[in-house]
Every structure is written in structure tokens, then in C-alpha cells.
T-cell receptor, first 111, second 114 residues
Framework: DAKTTQPPSMDCAEGRAANLPCNHS???????VYWYRQIHSQGPQYIIH???NNETNEMASLIITEDRKSSTLILPHATLRDTAVYYC????????????FGGGTRLMVKP | DTEVTQTPKHLVMGMTNKKSLKCEQH?????MYWYKQKAKKPPELMFV???????INESVPSRFSPECPNSSLLNLHLHALQPEDSALYLC?????????????FGPGTRLTVL
């Protein structure tokens, strides 16, 4: 699976949009982009995934660039409960359901 | 219900002890996983079971022994562990092995080896 690069930490004001970037410049055509988050002392939680089109669900939006070399996870109205480590993962879905977590971004939402 | 449960929440054991971690899901998922997470590090895959058969063993030492007695239950048997094995052990499950199926994680068991 391709590697990802994320900033180690970010801050966001409560109520504002949190935009978390991820670089995956070596992504191949059959690799999906997945986002998980891990709130302190809990198990990781699935957020969203996509292949090439932008995706939105009740938690977040995923914007993937046209060349697919990077993506941005958007939390539209961040709350204190969104403080967590956010992991961007790319994987080939035909290669089994294996998640290889990178370093992630520690998002701190501040009042 | 998208819940994966893990017991115990915390476990302290000596290096000569034998203990087991338990994971359960009732979502009808046929793939189950064990991950290990050291402090301030990302989770690392240890084992994958698909349809109750071991599919992946990520070169895990034999002092960790997984078992999948049925499709809802996954155990991790621990024996002769080392202090460096202290970590958060996470269980996950997904509908199947492969495809875009979402993995659902349990809260983890925090293991301390003395």
C-alpha cells in the first residue's frame, strides 16, 4: 500500500471547520483513501472513504484532488469531542481488508 | 448495533502468567482482527481471521496465540510475555475479508506486563 504523509498536529477553534490534509503522492489507481480517528483511550473509529470522487456523510467530507495525490478531510463544525488523532490510510481493496496506520494528525479543538 | 466488545478493559500480568483477552461481535461479521498499539504509536496489525480461519499472522511471536472458536468470538491467549508487550490490544471486525468493508474497533484491553 502507498504511504501517507500528514502533519503531526493541528489546532482548530470550536465551531469552525477543521481541514485535515493528507499527501499520498504514490497512490495507485486501485487504492482507496480511508480516514479513521482515535479519541484518547478508545478504539479507532471509521469516518469516511473514497476512490476518486468527493464523498460526504454525516460525520465529514472527503475531498480528493483530481490527480489523487492528496486529500483533505473536512469536519464542517468542529466540537471539543472531535479532539482526536486522525489517520489517513490508503489501501488496495482487493488485497484483503488490512489497515496500515501511519502517524496521523493530532487535532486539538479549542474553545 | 455496531459494537465490538472486549474484556477485560485492563489486565496486569506477570511474565510467567497465562491470560486471555476476549473479543465479541454480534454483527454477523466474518472477519476479525487483533491489533497492538504501543503508547503514542499507531495501531499495528497482528492477526486476521476470515471465516474462523487464520488468514494473516504478521510475524507475531508465539507467546501470542489467537483463537477463533466461532464467528462471533475472538480470543488472544497470552503466555510468558515480556514487559515490552505492554500495550493496548485492539480487536476489530468487518463484514468480510476484502472489499471496502468498514472495520469496527472495540475499546481495547490495556495490558501491563510486570
Amino acid at each position: 500500500d502507498a504511504k501517507t504523509t500528514q502533519p503531526p498536529s493541528m489546532d482548530c477553534a470550536e465551531g469552525r471547520a477543521a481541514n485535515l490534509p493528507c499527501n499520498h503522492s504514490t497512490i495507485s489507481g486501485n487504492e482507496y483513501v480511508y480516514w479513521y480517528r482515535q479519541i484518547h483511550s478508545q478504539g479507532p473509529q471509521y469516518i469516511i472513504h473514497g476512490l476518486k470522487n468527493n464523498e460526504t456523510n454525516e460525520m465529514a467530507s472527503l475531498i480528493i484532488t483530481e490527480d489523487r495525490k492528496s486529500s483533505t478531510l473536512i469536519l464542517p463544525h468542529a466540537t471539543l469531542r472531535d479532539t482526536a488523532v486522525y489517520y489517513c490510510i490508503v489501501r488496495v481493496v482487493s488485497a484483503g481488508n488490512m489497515l496500515t496506520f501511519g502517524g496521523g494528525t493530532r487535532l486539538m479543538v479549542k474553545p | 448495533d455496531t459494537e465490538v466488545t472486549q474484556t477485560p478493559k485492563h489486565l496486569v500480568m506477570g511474565m510467567t502468567n497465562k491470560k486471555s483477552l476476549k473479543c465479541e461481535q454480534h454483527m454477523g461479521h466474518r472477519a476479525m482482527y487483533w491489533y497492538k498499539q504501543k503508547a503514542k504509536k499507531p495501531p499495528e496489525l497482528m492477526f486476521v481471521y476470515s471465516y474462523e480461519k487464520l488468514s494473516i499472522n504478521e510475524s507475531v511471536p508465539s507467546r501470542f496465540s489467537p483463537e477463533c472458536p466461532n464467528s462471533s468470538l475472538l480470543n488472544l491467549h497470552l503466555h510468558a510475555l515480556q514487559p515490552e508487550d505492554s500495550a493496548l490490544y485492539l480487536c476489530a471486525s468487518s463484514q468480510g475479508w476484502g472489499g471496502t468493508d468498514t472495520q469496527y474497533f472495540g475499546p481495547g484491553t490495556r495490558l501491563t506486563v510486570l
